[in-house]
């Protein structure tokens, strides 16, 4: 058989509720056309983000129900330390709330005025924790990652060339850290080779800089490399992820994509001195080492979900899910990012909607007039997320790309689910010359994505 169907069937439901056209139109404008500020319930299909959407098994369901509640010492600790442990190797492992509460404590030890941290590239929330100390965050993607149609799927990978420049007449002292995001969430979702996983080892080595992964999505990267890398295609996804985190000295994961669960993270490393100080700030701000701002059954549900993601009928479907989405929506004549990552597919609103300058946000266009159409709730990469405003001529400078991410909860939407998003699209498509702009009416001082107020704004005419 060729199909590759969904390895699982569905015990528990959540109604979806419908809505009308007028209805959307309202919400969106009550919203100020911003789809963080839409309530869930008057949302569709919610392809917001995979972070803690996903759904939980009948085991990890069930692993809740046994968990143990001790605030020292619980089992339910001891059990995902030996998960963690087991896969990553490194032995001190520390629960956390969510990825960036690990990223808060990291970064408050190591960074600071004076400091630089390179990256691939850096998540919106690592490098914010990374800025709030003062230190610097260093992007240094291939040079590749944004040529949207290049064949080359590791387009995640760090650019070794510039890590060695940068590294090489960095001031001593002044790289407390070096990371790596797999996979990388900010260009499309594209995963890391083995080879420059190693090859950016051998770099940190070389200067003495101790190397994290940023692991949220590690199974996933995992995945690409058993598919894809020469050497490694067909291996066990175990030993590839076991390769992946002993090139590293230890890592920061948000447990809420490749660990299964709703809410969760861990920080794992072998450092004994850098272990001592994480774990007195953690008791600071999240709690006991133990349990670290997570209830017991939390970290069994954990312990559970990261047994499961390895599976590779997990995986396969995973990826046909995606490529199936990406591959029908560029049969209607929709740009994406390809090969398209396994968390999400990413539509290039820029090249999709031509006749809205980036100023007037062609990807936040997308997501509004998605919403109305389908009640589909996407979110804009691009210039409203990452662009800003000139403060001396008050005018726009764009982000480098404008995308709209549809990022796939785990375990959640089927494929007609998805062939109502491709309908959608094909609508869209249609029509695309009407879309409006959109301007900014109310902007925070930083992450003006979230709570940004904005309106349409007709597109002027090009001459
Ligand atoms: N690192 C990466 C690569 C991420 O994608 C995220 C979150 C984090 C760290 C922070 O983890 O949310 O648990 O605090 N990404 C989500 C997203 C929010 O929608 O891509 P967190």
Redesign the pocket.
């Known amino acids: 058989m060729k199909t590759i169907i969904e390895p699982f069937r569905i015990k528990t439901v959540e109604p979806i509720r419908m809505t009308s056209r007028e209805e959307r139109e309202r919400a969106l404008r009550a919203a100020h056309y911003n789809l963080f500020s839409l309530h869930a319930r008057d949302v569709m299909i919610d392809l ?5 959407t996903g759904a939980m098994s009948t085991e990890q369901w069930a692993a809740m129900m046994t968990a143990d509640e001790s605030y020292a010492g619980s089992s339910s600790f001891t059990e995902l330390a030996e998960v963690v442990r087991d896969l990553t190797g490194y032995r001190h492992v520390f629960p956390v709330h ?4 690990a ?1 808060r404590i990291l970064f408050q030890l190591l960074g600071g005025p004076g400091k630089v941290i390179p990256n691939n590239t850096h ?1 919106d ?2 490098r914010a924790n990374i800025e709030f100390t003062g230190a610097q965050a260093l992007d240094l993607p291939a040079v590749d990652a944004h040529d949207l149609s290049a064949p080359r799927p590791f387009r995640g990978d760090m650019d070794i060339v510039r890590l060695e420049a940068f590294l090489a007449s960095a001031p001593p002292g002044s790289v407390p850290i070096g990371l790596l ?1 797999v ?4 260009v499309g979702g594209l995963p890391v080779s083995m080879a420059n996983i190693a090859a950016t080892a051998a770099m940190y080595r070389r200067h003495g800089v101790p190397f994290f992964l ?1 692991a ?2 590690f199974a996933e990267n995992a995945w690409w490399i058993h598919r894809s890398e020469p050497g490694f295609i067909g291996r066990s996804l175990k030993s590839i992820v076991r390769e992946m985190f002993r090139h590293a000295d230890g890592c ?1 994961v ?4 490749d660990g299964l669960v709703n809410i ?2 861990f920080c794992a490393m072998n450092d004994d001195a850098l272990a001592d100080r994480f774990r007195q700030l953690l008791i600071l701000t999240e709690g006991f080492p133990t349990y670290g701002g997570l209830s017991g059954r939390d970290m069994a549900a954990l312990a559970q979900g990261l047994r499961e993601v390895l599976d590779p009928d997990y995986l396969a479907y995973r990826a046909a899910a995606a490529q199936y989405l990406a591959a029908r929506l560029r049969d209607v004549g929709v740009p994406t990012v390809h090969p398209p990552g396994l ?1 999400a597919v990413y539509v290039d609103a820029r090249a999709f909607l031509p006749h809205i300058p980036p100023a007037l946000l062609p990807g936040q266009s997308l997501c509004c007039e998605l919403y109305c159409t389908a009640g589909i709730r996407a ?1 804009e990469i691009g210039t409203l997320m990452f662009g800003r405003t000139d403060p001396d001529t008050g005018s726009a400078i764009p982000a480098q790309l404008d995308l709209v ?1 549809l ?1 796939l909860p785990r375990r959640v939407y089927t494929q007609s689910h998805f062939d109502w998003v491709i309908e959608a699209f094909a609508d869209i498509a249609a029509r695309r010359s009407e879309l409006p702009g959109y301007a900014i009416r109310k902007e925070p001082p930083f992450l003006r994505a979230f709570t940004a107020q904005l309106e349409p704004v007709p597109v002027p005419a090009r001459v």
Do not use: C, P, Y
Not at 48 to 52: H, K
Not at 98 to 101: C, F, K, L, W
Not at 183 to 186: E, F, Q
Not at 254 to 257: F, G, I, L, P, W
């Open positions: 917001l983000t995979d972070s803690g969510q990825g960036r509460a990223e998540f929330t690592t995001t996979t990388n969430n900010a940023d949220a999505r920061l948000s447990a809420k994509k969760g993270g968390h979110v991410r990022t």
